[in-house]
């Protein structure tokens, strides 16, 4: 249920309903809009509780969520969820540009990528550490070593620094180096995971499971925000299906679907999404005319000796050109994609 405060509601009042919903064994979070506070109550949803919410003083009403998820859902927060860290701004008017090696695989590769995404304007660097691949044969990642290389590619281009996690008890490791977390399509349902990512302080980025329904990327992303952290980035980067032509089928009909349901940002992901240098640069445009809140690219000096995912990786002068591309349909759309730039007046 939604305890919905009316405008003007004092904060005694506000304090007297929280704990009028605790009192009830359910669970409080009160969101605090500019206009007014709503106070989602979490748990089991019975009609007497209702009916003893609703008479609460400062109260205007008391409405069921119907979404499965609850804190996610726009239902519960109307105001657009912004995630920001240094130059990145995930949301609203701000297309954030997250690009880099699928890997990390030494300084030089990817210090020479995080110079070349800055210049063609990326706003993030993108970098695995810790690869969850699908053959235990294949590389690994550089683990600490790789996070010590982003951190210095950080240091050296001023570009945060978005890296996988990929178990509950790496959290504290990875997350005292990177400025997001990103939890891959293997992990979206491994909720332990989710919930000590959520703890840790940093924002999320949460990719769909190559399986997972709207719903579940949605649930998943509750654990995230109910461990206290509201800075979670969707991520779509792609569904099994039986086309075979494409690595992963790229539905761009998730971001508005996304948008009308829920307040959190949504990233495409079109390098895995089709699992080709050539699909990458129509993709990302598209991906931003469908209104998406941020690209995530996969990017190499040298995509053809890549120790993974070289054959959807941009050089750097196709992430240049993709760049350029995606800035003219961003104007288009009213987005902006760099960072500090302010949003354009409404109906410019
Ligand atoms: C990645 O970003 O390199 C990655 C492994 O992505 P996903 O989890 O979407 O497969
Ligand atoms: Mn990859």
Same mark, same amino acid.
């Given at each position: 249920?939604?305890?919905?405060?009316?405008?003007?509601?004092?904060?005694?009042?506000?304090?007297?309903?929280?704990?009028?919903?605790?009192?009830?064994?359910?669970?409080?979070?009160?969101?605090?809009?500019?206009?007014?506070?709503?106070?989602?109550?979490?748990? /089991?949803?019975?009609?007497?509780?209702?009916?003893?919410?609703?008479?609460?003083?400062?109260?205007?009403?008391? *409405?069921?969520?119907?979404?499965?998820?609850?804190?996610?859902?726009?239902?519960?927060?109307?105001?657009?969820?912004?995630?920001?860290?240094?130059?990145?701004? *995930?949301?609203?008017?701000?297309?954030?540009?997250?690009?880099?090696?699928?890997?990390?695989?030494?300084?030089?590769?990817?210090? !020479?990528?995080?110079?070349?995404?800055?210049?063609?304007?990326?706003?993030?660097?993108?970098?695995?550490? +810790?690869?969850?691949?699908?053959?235990?044969? !294949?590389?690994?990642?550089?683990?600490?070593?790789?996070?010590?290389?982003?951190?210095?590619?950080?240091?050296?281009?001023?570009?945060?620094?978005?890296?996988?996690?990929?178990?509950?008890?790496?959290?504290?490791?990875?997350?005292?180096?990177? $400025?997001?977390?990103?939890?891959?399509?293997?992990?979206?349902?491994?909720?332990?995971?989710?919930?000590?990512?959520?703890?840790?302080?940093?924002?999320?980025?949460?990719?769909?499971?190559?399986?997972?329904?709207?719903?579940?990327?949605?649930?998943?992303?509750?654990?995230?925000?109910?461990?206290?952290?509201?800075?979670?980035?969707?991520?779509?980067?792609?569904?099994?299906? +039986?086309?075979?032509?494409?690595? +992963?089928?790229?539905?761009?009909?998730?971001?508005?679907?996304?948008?009308?349901?829920?307040?959190?940002?949504? *990233?495409?992901?079109?390098?895995?999404?089709?699992?080709?240098? !050539?699909?990458?640069?129509?993709?990302?445009?598209?991906?931003?005319?469908?209104?998406? /809140?941020?690209?995530?690219?996969?990017?190499?000096? $040298?995509?053809?000796?890549?120790? !993974?995912?070289?054959?959807?990786?941009?050089? +750097?002068?196709?992430?240049?050109?993709?760049?350029?591309?995606?800035?003219?349909?961003? /104007?288009?759309?009213?987005?902006?994609?760099?960072?500090?730039?302010?949003?354009?007046?409404?109906? *410019?």
């Amino acid at each position: 249920m939604i305890v919905v405060m009316k405008e003007g509601a004092t904060k005694e009042q506000i304090e007297h309903m929280i704990e009028r919903v605790e009192q009830l064994g359910l669970k409080s979070h009160p969101i605090y809009g500019t206009e007014r506070t709503v106070i989602a109550a979490i748990g /089991d949803k019975r009609d007497e509780h209702r009916t003893s919410l609703e008479s609460g003083p400062g109260v205007a009403e008391v *409405v069921p969520i119907l979404a499965p998820y609850k804190v996610a859902s726009l239902e519960v927060k109307s105001e657009r969820t912004v995630v920001r860290t240094g130059t990145l701004t *995930v949301g609203n008017c701000h297309l954030g540009v997250i690009a880099g090696p699928c890997s990390v695989e030494n300084e030089e590769q990817t210090l !020479s990528t995080a110079r070349a995404v800055k210049a063609s304007g990326a706003t993030a660097l993108r970098g695995g550490a +810790f690869k969850p691949r699908t053959s235990p044969y !294949s590389f690994q990642g550089l683990k600490e070593d790789g996070l010590k290389i982003l951190a210095t590619a950080r240091a050296e281009t001023g570009l945060p620094v978005v890296t996988e996690v990929i178990a509950a008890a790496d959290v504290p490791l990875v997350a005292g180096y990177a $400025d997001v977390l990103q939890i891959g399509a293997r992990n979206m349902q491994n909720y332990r995971l989710l919930e000590e990512a959520g703890a840790a302080g940093k924002p999320v980025l949460l990719k769909r499971g190559a399986s997972a329904t709207m719903d579940e990327l949605l649930l998943a992303a509750e654990y995230v925000l109910n461990a206290g952290n509201q800075n979670v980035m969707l991520c779509e980067r792609g569904i099994r299906t +039986f086309e075979s032509h494409t690595r +992963f089928t790229l539905p761009l009909a998730s971001v508005p679907y996304l948008h009308e349901r829920t307040h959190l940002p949504v *990233v495409i992901d079109p390098s895995h999404g089709t699992g080709h240098t !050539s699909l990458v640069p129509r993709m990302a445009a598209a991906a931003i005319a469908a209104g998406a /809140d941020g690209l995530i690219l996969e990017v190499h000096p $040298d995509p053809e000796t890549a120790l !993974s995912d070289g054959y959807q990786s941009l050089d +750097f002068e196709q992430f240049d050109e993709t760049m350029q591309l995606c800035r003219k349909v961003a /104007d288009a759309v009213g987005k902006v994609m760099t960072a500090g730039e302010a949003c354009p007046a409404p109906g *410019v």
